[in-house]
Nanobody, 125 residues
């Protein structure tokens, strides 16, 4: 059973940056693909980024457009999402997710069995 806990959310002005972190426990971290998703009020949960267990493969949603970077530290069992040039439309609860890795990560929320509680990100002037 993998347990996940996000941190690093908060409020920031447009154009600012935040770094989200997700700590994992209860499994062999390097064997899990990790993903970041977000959910804004009244909207469905959407894919943000994913990284394979080895860290060699990353995929991003189109709206990221080079602004966000996903990374992982298998020695510390953590995955991070560096978010730059934040926009008001990035306001959402951000979730990390884990799933046994098949090598490429996963972009569909339905593919993940393990989820964190989420952390709020608010971008506003």
């Amino acid at each position: 059973q993998v347990q996940l806990g996000e941190s690093g959310g908060g409020s920031v002005q447009p154009g600012g940056s935040l770094r989200l972190s997700c700590a994992a426990s209860g499994g062999t971290f390097s064997q899990y693909a990790m993903g970041w998703f977000r959910q804004a009020p009244g909207k469905e949960r959407e894919f943000v980024a994913t990284i394979s267990g080895s860290g060699l493969t990353e995929s991003y949603a189109g709206f990221v457009k080079g602004r966000f970077t996903i990374s992982r530290d298998n020695g510390r069992n953590t995955v991070a999402l560096q978010m730059n040039s934040l926009k008001p439309e990035d306001t959402a609860v951000y979730y990390c997710a884990a799933e046994p890795d098949a090598g490429l990560g996963y972009i569909e929320a339905s593919e993940y069995h393990y989820w964190g509680q989420g952390t709020q990100v608010t971008v506003s002037s």
